[in-house]
């Protein structure tokens, strides 16, 4: 929906604002899902704009996400009157009509056109999160790790083991080894892995690993103040081992 020459304008923006606070709890409860879906299009829109190392940005419409960082400043205003200066910026992050003042450089307007188009998706992709969610009622899960990997067991029957585990700041594992790949998910902190013969490995909240089989390792919570929690997944043959020293 934009605005044309016979829109009534003021209609409009309190249709829009009206849609943007009926998607605001939605993008509130799925804001991680919401990043991985749109990673590529917030990168296309960058692109589109060119923007590069030291560029001046004006990104109207951006919410309170990009709040709380020192390069950048906030205003509160109209969007398609903002008190601001063309020349002031290098690239523009736009979802406003065509009217807007800003877009008289024919440079600054390709630039605004391209980043416009992905902006536009993003909005569209926000205001339909609560109507995705009312028209499917079921959770659908999310992708955090997909390895290949090799070692597993080959027995007619396996065991399935989930365990949990908390580390102390500075708390560490013993040096071990499994039999089998083990994955490992972390809930809070970052877990830090030393492979024999490898790089360590620094796993953060959110994010899994799979430990190889038959690797000599220990794991460490580096942290001198926050606790380190993760759930652990292992398959293996009945009866063996979770770990070996």
């Not at 509130?28 to 960058?46: G, K, P």
Request: charged share 20%; hydrophobic share 40%; aromatic share 8%.
């Amino acid at each position: 929906m934009s605005p044309t020459a016979s829109t009534d304008l003021p209609a409009y923006t309190e249709g829009v604002r009206a849609q943007w606070n009926q998607s605001a709890k939605g993008w509130n409860d799925h804001t991680a899902q919401i990043r991985s879906w749109l990673r590529q299009a917030t990168e296309a829109m960058l692109d589109g704009a060119a923007i590069g190392h030291n560029s001046r940005v004006l990104d109207i419409a951006a919410g309170a996400a990009r709040a709380g960082y020192s390069q950048v400043q906030t205003l509160t205003a109209d969007g398609e009157n903002l008190p601001l200066e063309p020349a002031s910026f290098d690239a523009a992050l736009d979802v406003f009509p065509e009217h807007s003042r800003f877009h008289g450089n024919p440079e600054r307007k390709l630039r605004m056109n391209i980043s416009m188009r992905s902006s536009l998706l993003l909005a569209a992709l926000f205001i339909g999160l609560p109507l995705m969610a009312q028209a499917q009622g079921t959770a659908r899960p999310e992708m955090i790790l997909k390895e290949v990997v090799s070692g597993m067991p080959k027995g007619e029957r396996q065991e399935v083991r989930v365990l949990t585990a908390s580390f102390k700041p500075g708390d560490k594992t013993v040096f071990h080894t499994h039999r089998f790949p083990v994955t490992v998910l972390i809930l809070d902190g970052a877990f830090t892995l030393e492979l024999e013969g490898r790089a360590p490995v620094v796993v953060k909240a959110g994010q899994a690993f799979v430990e190889p089989p038959n690797v000599k390792m220990t794991g460490y919570n580096r942290s001198s103040t926050e606790p380190l929690r993760v759930v652990i997944f292992y398959a293996s043959d009945p009866e063996t081992p979770f770990l070996d020293p």
